[in-house]
């Protein structure tokens, strides 16, 4: 019962954004974003985000984060 719910559901967000797909900037956006995957271009700006409006305690958490 949840299932199909769950299940309907994502096949109607998938029909709604099918036409969209088709769009060759929201197409080329979804290339770019797959290609960065988690690799180092998210850490650069998850890090960079810490230190620029990290507070008082930035340094602390650029330094877990670096270590992580």
């Given at each position: 019962m949840v299932w199909q719910f769950i299940e309907a559901r994502d096949?109607?967000?998938h029909a709604a954004s099918?036409?969209?797909a088709r769009a060759a900037m929201v197409?080329?956006?979804?290339?770019?974003?797959?290609?960065?995957?988690?690799g180092w271009i998210w850490y650069t700006v998850g890090i960079t985000v810490?230190?620029?409006?990290?507070?008082?305690?930035?340094?602390?958490a650029f330094a877990a984060s670096a270590s992580a």
């Open positions: 096949h109607r967000s099918q036409p969209l197409a080329r956006l979804m290339v770019w974003s797959s290609r960065l995957g988690d810490v230190v620029v409006f990290g507070g008082d305690l930035r340094f602390i």
